[in-house]
């Protein structure tokens, strides 16, 4: 007997089958899900592991009536190919037409844009609020893994929550991995009730009000349906904790979890990367960071939760030892504690990535920069070439860090000049330090590099027109000059490194010039084109502005988006 996918296109569908038919679903909805990741990529462990919860969720619970909130919702996939987009994993050809995450934009089953984590227990919680001030009876269900129960959001909404004294269920799925191992006492204390069947005295959510659930087989369908079932119509707040284990049914993602989180196209049965990957300035940045760990015992590398977005695999976070600390997905707590680190004497350096980071915003503002403490950010796939997901973008990170007193904010363009910005923010005790990491391919250079990171760098002298260009836009204001020149002009062009305040001397050089294009790798409001262009304006200096807009995009084209902003270089140099 097969089951037609095609067919299905609402949990109704499955709402009459037997268990044997849901079992049957189960493993045909995986081999479409290992077939469309192993052709396409996505996050392959965290989507494996839930099928058959998924299954039981939709075959209990009665979407949308019922609220479903997913956390983190790159863990949705079984959930979307049970309400309406099955062509989207089992069409080739459709693959592109639904996102990694949740969206209302694609089903009325998706009730939030979710991409970042521990979010889902405060929306269920207003979500339930809501439902008892209108006097509705519908479940509110939070589904949240992959670590996000330790982040500082869900921990508070789980101190809240049993306080509303109505419909609320949380199932936890406890695969015992983030994206890389679990950190934090939490996690402990889940393996202390995995290890006792759900009857460990010491139970913190029975400690918190909630009623609690275990289910030890959290990838068998009978006993999920079991479970959920018997919490559906709860009056109260109630916690199932289910074990399941990431990659479940793909040998390959069940031995190497932290790999295959997240993987671009693979070999199931070898899980070999179809396309192999270059030079990344994530494996850059560790390796400089692993030389200056092993020279100074007093530098700490951190992470909130994402080691492998900057090259810190499995195998460096052992080579640096006590001196690699990851907080989980906090990180609110991990640039405060940098901040602590930085106070009593010791170098922190937090990798983070771009769209993570505004997470922060307060720590930064409130606990590192107004005690002007120097600690070390690295920002990760900022701009325009790094993640294209509408919650996942790093277009914002400029205008929301350098605008924050005594934050410097620097940017590099290639490898040299960014190891160099590594070297001297360690070591400089002034200021908190920035170090934007360049998009898109790692690009190397000749040029000398001056570590003075408060000057801007005339990279090429010329005369009338000078564009100054910043991380990876550089190449194509460089490129755009090129043009200019076989129409005999000779454009200035300009690296200005540091984005958090104008090089004066630098712009003040430019007095006689015609026009001058800035040119952000993000938004243009609050960039630092901005801040060049209010200083030249007192000067009369014709000045334009170029960059994005402020506005969210997803999954976009890069190639659309640098020709939507006028950005290529045959119209900058056109504008010129």
Not at 155 to 174: G, K, R
Not at 293 to 314: E, I, W, Y
Not at 344 to 353: A, L, S
Not at 542 to 563: I, Q
């Amino acid at each position: 007997m097969n089951i037609d996918l095609s067919k299905i296109q609402s949990p109704a569908d499955i709402k009459g089958m037997s268990i044997e038919e849901l079992e049957l679903l189960s493993e045909e909805l995986r081999a479409a899900l290992v077939k469309k990741l192993a052709a396409h990529g996505g996050h392959v462990g965290p989507n494996l592991g839930v099928v058959e919860a998924t299954v039981a969720l939709h075959y209990v619970f009665d979407a949308p009536t019922d609220e479903i909130v997913f956390d983190v919702s790159h863990q949705s996939y079984v959930h979307k190919m049970l309400t309406g987009r099955i062509g989207a994993f089992i069409d080739p050809a459709r693959y592109d037409e639904v996102t990694g995450f949740t969206s209302p934009h694609e089903s009325p089953y998706d009730l939030f844009e979710i991409g970042h984590t521990s979010t889902s227990l405060s929306l269920a919680t207003g979500l339930a609020k809501a439902r008892d001030l209108k006097g509705g009876k519908q479940n509110v269900v939070a589904f949240i893994g992959d670590a996000s129960l330790g982040g500082g959001m869900a921990l508070e909404a789980l101190d809240y929550t049993p306080e509303l004294h109505s419909n609320l269920i949380i199932i936890v799925n406890d695969n015992q991995m983030s994206i890389a191992e679990n950190h934090g006492e939490l996690y402990n204390h889940l393996a202390e009730l995995r290890r006792t069947d759900g009857h460990a005295t010491n139970n913190i959510f029975k400690a918190l009000g909630y009623e609690y659930v275990y289910v030890a087989e959290g990838n068998d369908l009978r006993h999920l349906i079991k479970a959920f079932r018997a919490v559906k119509d709860t009056p109260r707040a109630v916690v199932v904790h289910i074990n399941t284990m990431k990659g479940h049914g793909l040998p390959v993602a069940e031995a190497h979890k932290e790999t295959f989180h997240f993987a671009g196209p693979f070999n199931p049965a070898t899980g070999a990367p179809v396309h192999a990957g270059g030079e990344g300035y994530g494996d850059i940045f560790a390796r400089r960071m692993l030389e200056i760990m092993n020279r100074d015992g007093n530098v700490v590398a951190l992470t909130a939760g994402t080691p492998s977005a900057f090259g810190f695999d499995q195998a460096r976070r052992e080579a640096a030892g006590r001196q690699f600390v990851d907080v989980g997905i906090a990180e609110q707590d991990c640039v405060t504690m940098a901040a602590g680190l930085a106070k009593g004497g010791v170098r922190p350096v937090m990798g983070v990535v771009s769209t993570f980071l505004q997470r922060a915003y307060d720590q930064l503002s409130h606990d590192v920069a107004i005690n002007n403490l120097p600690a070390v950010f690295v920002d990760f796939y900022t701009g325009i070439y790094g993640m294209n997901d509408i919650t996942h973008l790093g277009l914002f990170d400029v205008a929301m860090v350098s605008n924050i007193p005594n934050i410097m904010m620097i940017s590099a363009t290639n490898a040299e000049e960014y190891l160099a910005m590594i070297d001297w923010a360690v070591k400089q005790t002034e200021h908190p330090v920035v170090v934007r990491t360049p998009g898109g391919a790692v690009r190397h250079s000749e040029r000398p590099v001056d570590t003075r990171f408060d000057r801007y760098e005339v990279v090429e002298q010329g005369s009338g027109v000078a564009i100054i260009a910043e991380g990876a836009m550089l190449e194509n204001a460089l490129q755009a000059a090129a043009i200019l020149k076989t129409r005999g002009a000779a454009p200035t062009v300009i690296n200005p490194r540091i984005l958090s305040r104008v090089d004066k001397e630098c712009l003040d050089s430019l007095e006689g010039y015609s026009h001058v294009i800035t040119i952000d790798d993000g938004i243009i409001d609050g960039g630092f084109g901005q801040k060049v262009a209010a200083y030249l304006a007192a000067k009369g200096t014709r000045v334009t502005c170029l960059g994005l807009a402020t506005e969210f995009m997803d999954r976009y084209s890069v190639a659309d988006v640098l020709k939507a902003n006028n950005l290529t270089p045959e119209q900058i140099a056109a504008l010129a």
